[in-house]
């Protein structure tokens, strides 16, 4: 491998500093834009860096590659809404892992490196590379809705070990007789490709944070690995912090659900069998009942999850919050680790709303509040506040951290219908003698709070 050189590394290493302080950035809500755009700049000198290498060939095709990649991103970047970040950052993700598996092909089709160790992180590379982009694919199909339920292969964890192994054995067999034959790396392509889609496929809406997450590491790993076969320090880097990053974020994700990871992926959470019996039946409140009841409370906890993002009324919400903290209310968020469809997604969406930082608090921070509060007001939230997760050993959220809502005085629930959260498990707080439900869409009914508040004086 020829030496670069030392502005062609100078770059690397600068873009590489970015990366890093830009990841630094976006681990407090206060300072993450500006950790997106440091970041932002460190991949523009990277890739500045890139075009200075002597030698480099297709310049004109990594120039088209670059403007229309860069032209797509920017027009889905300015369309997209909040409500569908999630699912954009999943097929995001997917593109990376994609192209790390891509660049593998390409040096596999070329003959590449003969060289043991590049070959064996070539392949692991391709791998999970190429696991990531189908089931990043899969998850964004789910969370837009093109695939509407779970599909579950009889003998399902059976068949991804055997696709595993197969895929592994591969792999092995292209180390050992590299360079590799082209039917072997197309073998070994498509089992990777489809081990992504039948692992991804049987895992259900309640898990897909945790599975974005996963597959943000697999991609940042990936990458790192190719960047080593590419002698490209700046890959490596940028792809081993992202890999760590989206690891420990994996962990911290399950660990909020009290489920290990291979529960996740392997055991699907699905409700079984009618578990515990709930008493006591829902009790239904009105706009106006709902309104005086935070009017004249001195202390209300608000639980958003995704049914305010699908009925985008965050705006509404901060709007209606405003009015109480203006009447004396004290008024405080309170968002659980995995509400909505990826992590952060609660708040962003109230960031975007102009929610102040030091009224947003974690599960940690808010749960021994709870007793203290008068309202707690749930706004499209299910399994998250369902106290079945502390009670009901049958069930399959038990022992997952929930946020404390149903020890407030009275509970709020804005609910949509009386349908059940994504893990198919009846909500015990709705039938219990404080909690009163008010049906409807998340905006509407926070219109009709705000109107009824402003008379209220």
Same mark, same amino acid.
Not at 300 to 318: C, E, N, R, T
Not at 370 to 384: H, S, T
């Given at each position: 491998?020829?030496?670069?050189?030392? /502005?062609?590394?100078?770059?690397?290493?600068?873009?590489?500093?970015?990366?890093?302080?830009?990841?630094?950035?976006?681990?407090?809500?206060?300072?993450?834009?500006?950790?997106?755009?440091?970041?932002?700049?460190?991949?523009?000198?990277?890739?500045?860096?890139?075009?200075?290498?002597?030698?480099?060939?297709?310049?004109?095709?990594?120039?088209?590659?670059?403007?229309?990649?860069?032209?797509?991103?920017?027009?889905?970047?300015?369309?997209?809404?909040?409500?569908?970040?999630?699912?954009?950052?999943?097929?995001?993700?997917?593109?990376?892992?994609?192209?790390?598996?891509?660049?593998?092909?390409?040096?596999?089709?070329?003959?590449?490196?003969?060289?043991?160790?590049?070959?064996?992180?070539?392949?692991?590379?391709?791998?999970?590379?190429?696991?990531?982009?189908?089931?990043?694919?899969?998850?964004?199909?789910?969370?837009?809705?093109?695939?509407?339920?779970? /599909?579950?292969?009889?003998?399902?964890?059976?068949?991804?070990?055997?696709?595993?192994?197969?895929?592994?054995?591969?792999?092995?067999?292209?180390?050992?007789?590299?360079?590799?034959?082209?039917?072997?790396?197309?073998?070994?392509?498509?089992?990777?490709?489809?081990?992504?889609?039948?692992?991804?496929?049987?895992?259900?809406?309640?898990?897909?944070?945790?599975?974005?997450?996963?597959?943000?590491?697999?991609?940042?790993?990936?990458?790192?690995?190719?960047?080593?076969?590419?002698?490209?320090?700046?890959?490596?880097?940028?792809?081993?912090?992202?890999?760590?990053?989206?690891?420990?974020?994996?962990?911290?994700?399950?660990?909020?659900?009290?489920?290990?990871?291979?529960?996740?992926?392997?055991?699907?959470?699905?409700?079984?069998?009618?578990?515990?019996?709930?008493?006591?039946?829902?009790?239904?409140?009105?706009?106006?009942?709902?309104?005086?009841?935070?009017?004249?409370?001195?202390?209300?906890?608000?639980?958003?999850?995704?049914?305010?993002?699908?009925?985008?009324?965050?705006?509404?919400?901060?709007?209606?919050?405003?009015?109480?903290?203006?009447?004396?209310?004290?008024?405080?968020?309170?968002?659980?680790?995995?509400?909505?469809?990826?992590?952060?997604?609660?708040?962003?969406?109230?960031?975007?709303?102009?929610?102040? /930082?030091?009224?947003?608090?974690?599960?940690?921070?808010?749960?021994?509040?709870?007793?203290?509060?008068?309202?707690?007001?749930?706004?499209?939230?299910?399994?998250?506040?369902?106290?079945?997760?502390?009670?009901?050993?049958?069930?399959?959220?038990?022992?997952?951290?929930?946020?404390?809502?149903?020890?407030?005085?009275?509970?709020?629930?804005?609910?949509?219908?009386?349908?059940?959260? /994504?893990?198919?498990?009846?909500?015990?707080?709705?039938?219990?003698?404080?909690?009163?439900?008010?049906?409807?869409?998340?905006?509407?009914?926070?219109?009709?709070?705000?109107?009824?508040?402003?008379?209220?004086?």
């Amino acid at each position: 491998m020829m030496t670069l050189p030392i /502005y062609v590394q100078g770059a690397w290493f600068l873009g590489a500093l970015l990366f890093i302080f830009g990841l630094k950035g976006m681990s407090s809500p206060a300072t993450a834009r500006r950790g997106i755009v440091v970041a932002g700049y460190g991949m523009l000198v990277a890739v500045a860096g890139t075009f200075l290498v002597p030698g480099l060939q297709n310049l004109a095709l990594m120039l088209v590659a670059l403007v229309l990649g860069g032209a797509g991103a920017w027009i889905s970047g300015q369309r997209v809404k909040m409500t569908d970040m999630p699912q954009m950052v999943a097929i995001y993700n997917g593109m990376g892992g994609g192209a790390a598996a891509g660049i593998a092909a390409v040096e596999f089709a070329r003959g590449g490196s003969h060289h043991t160790i590049t070959v064996v992180l070539a392949v692991i590379g391709a791998l999970i590379g190429a696991v990531s982009f189908t089931g990043s694919c899969v998850a964004w199909a789910k969370l837009q809705g093109v695939l509407k339920k779970a /599909y579950r292969l009889p003998a399902q964890n059976a068949v991804n070990v055997v696709l595993a192994l197969a895929a592994v054995a591969l792999g092995v067999a292209m180390v050992v007789s590299a360079p590799a034959r082209p039917e072997l790396v197309v073998g070994f392509f498509a089992l990777a490709l489809l081990l992504g889609l039948v692992v991804t496929l049987p895992i259900g809406g309640a898990d897909m944070p945790v599975v974005i997450s996963l597959f943000n590491a697999f991609t940042g790993l990936a990458v790192g690995f190719e960047g080593y076969v590419l002698g490209n320090p700046a890959l490596i880097i940028a792809g081993i912090v992202v890999g760590a990053a989206g690891t420990l974020l994996t962990q911290l994700m399950a660990k909020a659900m009290n489920r290990p990871l291979s529960n996740i992926l392997f055991t699907p959470m699905v409700a079984a069998g009618s578990g515990e019996a709930i008493s006591g039946t829902m009790k239904e409140v009105g706009p106006i009942d709902a309104a005086a009841m935070m009017r004249y409370a001195a202390k209300v906890i608000i639980v958003p999850g995704y049914g305010m993002a699908v009925a985008h009324a965050q705006h509404k919400v901060w709007e209606m919050t405003e009015l109480l903290e203006e009447a004396g209310v004290e008024v405080k968020f309170a968002i659980h680790p995995v509400a909505g469809r990826m992590p952060g997604h609660m708040n962003v969406l109230l960031a975007e709303a102009g929610v102040p /930082y030091d009224k947003i608090f974690d599960l940690d921070e808010i749960n021994g509040e709870f007793g203290q509060a008068d309202v707690a007001l749930i706004i499209g939230a299910n399994d998250v506040v369902n106290p079945t997760a502390r009670t009901d050993k049958s069930s399959p959220i038990y022992g997952m951290p929930i946020l404390n809502a149903d020890q407030a005085q009275n509970v709020i629930v804005i609910k949509r219908g009386k349908g059940t959260g /994504y893990s198919g498990v009846e909500n015990a707080l709705f039938y219990t003698d404080n909690c009163r439900m008010l049906y409807g869409d998340a905006q509407p009914m926070a219109a009709e709070i705000i109107q009824h508040l402003k008379t209220m004086g």
